[in-house]
């Protein structure tokens, strides 16, 4: 069954309701205790601290890390948003220590996932494969993947989806959302809620593999007359609602590319960001997840192959006519303009005035720098992203001007953002000015 006799087994997924209640409820208990004894000795050398600055230490931040990691699905999923949503704004010790969660899911042991297959696929399940590699290859914060070799010879990536973590997700979201705002991270005065749900539903589309199974087949048809992208075969005869099977295909981590020539950096950014704006405004389809792990490169064939469609949201016509009018107005490089349309969408507060108005029209400036000439832009020798972090934490510290978007907008902000970051990393140089007339003319 395995090739696999290293020393790592993994770790149990806490599959019951009870248990996962019990593994929050004992963090939250571990890092009161924490709270209560550093609020003591503050107390005692006449401090005054305030309860989100006793919460954001060193030693809570490990152990809300090291639970997520431990737990897995929603839990895990949320701490991860957080980090790639935050990061730039928390404080520098707990920023890095969410950040490993982007990479540190533990896999299931193989006892575990054995029994995962066989109340998918029953008691052969074994009998369908030449070969099935039991430690897997990826494992996320909702489900590890598999290779295997099929009876023809077939070379398939098989994704198995946590036990416990569909039927967790509610519970889940509703006690770490508890926990922040108990923590102090988020003010009284801001409401969440739209981000949360949105989050909640989307968690739930993730973890219902035949809806990521249609999203990937959909892909698979609107780029299947092109040369640039490779997007998996889906295999339905081995898929179920917790187990998705598709094509392996060789490939190694863009970020692997860092090191490729300027041009063949150049190509898969001006690719990426081409199909982004495709997804906008012709498809009305995104996959709108930006983590990087989502997209690999084939040097054989020099294509981009795409993973991951569990993200994938329908794009309204509104919304698509509100981001090209946004764009368009991007383009004029008129900042009050853009601060106008920004504000109509519900990205920024209506009525901001004095100092932070004046910094968010900065950020808007630094923001479209790229747009300003119809030039190359080298994204790998500027200090936007660096300059954009230090603008924003001038406004971060003040509660009362956090501002929640329109939930509908968010997850689309992440993939723009995270296209800016691929840039970025990879040290593209683009001609983003032209790239976006070029789709907005279509």
Known sequence: MSDHTGKDDGRAVPSRRLSRLAGLGGMAAGIAGNVALNGAKQFASGKRPKASDLFLTPANAMKLTQQLSNMRGAAMKIGQMISMDSGDFLPKELADILARLRASAQHMPATQLAKVLKSEWGEDWLTRFEHFQTRPIAAASIGQVHRAILPD??????????????????????????????????????????????????????????????????????????????????????????????????????????????????????????????????????????????????????????LDFGATREISEGLSAEYRQLMETCLSGNVENIMTHIAKMGLIPADISGEPRDIISDMIAMSVAPLSRDEDFDFGSNSIATDLRDRGMEIAGNRELWHVPPAETVFLQRKLGGMYMLATRLRARINVAQLIRDHLAM
């Open 153 to 306: 010879g077939a070379d398939v990536a098989i994704k198995v989806q946590y036990p416990g973590v569909r039927e967790s997700i509610d519970s889940d979201v509703k006690n770490v959302a508890a926990l922040l705002k108990i923590s102090g991270l988020v003010p009284a005065s801001m409401n969440v809620k739209p981000i949360i749900e949105e989050g909640r539903s989307q968690l739930h589309q993730e973890a219902d593999y035949i809806r990521e199974a249609d999203y990937l087949c959909r892909f698979g048809a609107l780029l299947s007359a092109e040369d640039d992208f490779q997007v998996p075969h889906y295999y339905e005869a081995l898929s179920t609602d917790k187990v998705l099977a598709m094509s392996y295909i060789e490939s190694r981590p863009i970020e692997a590319m860092m090191d490729a020539p300027q041009e063949v950096r150049d190509r898969i950014v001006y690719l990426l960001m081409s199909l982004t704006l495709r997804e906008l405004f012709e498809f009305k389809l995104m996959q709108t997840d930006p983590n990087f792990a989502n997209y690999r490169y084939n040097d054989e064939r020099e294509q981009i192959v795409l």
